[in-house]
């Protein structure tokens, strides 16, 4: 554990203290029952006042991360004991590694999975398309062609950049979307995730300043937050980022990068207008700042107009444009591409080479015959028509079984609704019910904010159950609102260690 | 560009600078021609002596990196000429981008890939097997059971630890290795390049203490020094790292990592002996350190006796195993696996999730059924062979046509010769010539050097190349040899910008 705190940050020595932990305790990289570090140590070891950390605590326990023992200490809380039903067991007889420090500060997806992968879970949590709408049988049933050059391609070190032909078929691909671009212009990365991992890793650095929505995806904050970034946040409406707000901020500070996904955006599902597009494409320009513009599901869409990705009006090579195959395609391939210019992209060709040697070859020979295949398009029509129906039939299903006071977004396009609880109904303890009692799994809002938790919101995929059980796992989960949103009302919730 | 110096470290100012400058103009990250920041400028940037920064620019200009013009200032020079033959093109529209600062160190491949990738090169560089000898056809015939379970798992995403039937496999794999252990205690990795990477992004930041042997293979360099570590380097002789010089090092300087490559060496081709790994075993045991043990090639040995792997002497999770598996079944599926045990283990899964959420289910289901067939075996004993009849048609080329005073080793097992040239031959310089002139590229043994380079070796690897190409290209680059030694006796090398 390494705790360092920048005594010249705009953000104050509580808060820093606070997300500290927080982020630690809602990953579950501090496990449940753990104690915390006295004050008095803390105090000592990090040369600042004892009321200082007092404050940051007693804020883990307003929001139910802790709790303390007056006379023996403060001990993590809450959510992680649903680690304990399904996660590897610890093994407690390497004692001396617990002397090792990481530089680990965040991993929401590690937490996730153990949701995610527990015996029998009915899963809201993992944002990723039924496996009987995805078209695996389709692509992988004759899409290895092994003929004797495929072969000498597959017992050879993939280019780092990516395959030359699957770079190809992409940039075909993506004129499509009017982004037009070469496939020099092109590198393949392991999924998204690892697209926003290169770019972290090379352009961010202690005390960098990183601009996010909030909510946003939790994966980019573990890695930005891993970089030492100080993350400003901007808040999204129904027409994406506030950027009114972001140039107030830019006035201060000037950001490295500006993260955004701005079609369907995860977790809210709303979209940004042309008009903010344009306005935030001007904001990096002026402070020479670095848009990544996530679009995983841009194809997914309920509507009939086009989207416009920023890339598209980028001149400037301001915009590291990220297309996930993941949601479209299926997960399993572990395929994206990074669409960038000039010394930004080399240098993140140097930084792919440096994280993995270049992605597999199997993969990207594999998918793409049905990428440039006329198969792709009829596929994505087909699938809009099926997930919009899904879309309706949830949202129906909420309208008449949720109790009063939740709200949720009606999204255009992707396949996350972001639920709103009443305030007084604590979403951590939801979840730990949900998970305990009914056996359904959803994502916490609260790992979706960079900097201040809220804790009332949650996201649920509504595509990735199985057909049958959607109806019913939609009512169990709004029984169990109800009945811990009464309960609230009627009694105090005490955390029990 | 950020420098940052580091005035409490063991290594003087100008070495750091001249490591700083030298990574980044020998990795390619600096261009031929660039110029270097004046020396007044750096002095009053960093704040340090006209004096340290002269000193370092010279150290460059003696190694043939930089040259300076009188009046003019100081240029980056040398080998990076070669890019320009096969790099893709410059972007120089992108000024702006010129002014984003980045955390790149070094990166080795993408320098090299300039070399790999250009055409008809006839390549000793990359350390691979021969697509004609890997079982690649095999493998992807028959090998991607489509029934429906599969398709419902390959449309999913991957655990991110790996899927367990693959771990399954491995587990027992690694037990006619005599490692003992669960599916429970292995993470899957795309390569072992990304193993490294994941240890070095947990467990290195700024100042920590990482022990690697001099030389060493080139990408773990690259990854511990983007951290920020301070590497401190152990010889290796022909019983592999001198344990003796170790012991003496951790008087003064306690390792948080420890990286080895005990079997077959890469670059040098030498093995540890068991006295050497059970004494490592106890140094890291004593200093509370974390061994990685990095073997992509103990399978491929040319010797009777079993290789004996310090992980399976250890009993206290001290030793963090990789076993990759591209240099014996192939690069293109990206698949290595790490054996490691209690908090390191699950520090390393949730930073396995944080860079790209696991590694493709498409890769691990397709290589499982050649793994745990009796394939495998008969497979590896047939290649042994052929690979010795190689190594020693090169060994005995060498002894025919290299100049006098040029030496080389003589490997037990894996794939690579580590080639000493006389002092006075510049490796940088053969490989320009190699390249420019006769089409052959070899790794320079310049990036196997953490810190104090030496300019006379090089590595080839005796595998790759078409069969019938071997004894031409060795013999051409033994002429090379001759020609620019005998040269170099005569003139004075004056490097041109």
Known sequence: ???????????????????????????????????????????????????????????????????????????????????????????????WQMGIPDYLSRSQFQSNSNLTYGNNMYNLSIASINYKLLPTADILKDSLNLTERNIEYLAQYPPVQGDHEFRNVLSNYLKSKEISTAPENILITSGSQQGISLIASTFVGPGDIVVMETPTYPGAIDLFKSRGAVILTVPVDNEGMRTDILISLCDKHSPKIIYTMPNFHNPTGCSMSLRRKIELLDIAKFNNSIIVEDDPWSEISYKKEKIKSIKSMDTDGHVVYIKGLSKILGPAYRLAAIVAEGSILSRLINAKANHDLGTSMLNQKTLLDFIKSNKMNSYLDNLNKKLLRRRDKVINLLKHNAPSGVNWTIPEGGINLWITLPKSLNVEKLLYHSVTTKNISFLPGTICYPNEVEFNHLRICFTYLDEEHIENIIIELCNLMKLLNSDEKGSCYVPVI
């Open 1 to 95: 554990m390494i705790i360092e705190i920048d005594r010249n940050s705009i953000i104050t020595i509580t808060q820093q203290l606070f997300e500290f932990f927080s982020d630690r305790i809602l990953s579950g990289l501090f496990k449940d029952g753990q104690q915390l570090p006295s004050i008095r140590t803390l105090s000592k070891e990090l040369n600042i006042s004892p009321m200082t950390i007092v404050k940051a605590y007693n804020e883990l326990e307003k929001n139910g991360l802790a709790v303390t023992i007056q006379g023996k200490g403060t001990y993590v809380n809450q959510r992680n004991n649903i680690e304990k039903l399904n996660s590897f067991p610890e093994h407690n007889d390497f004692q």
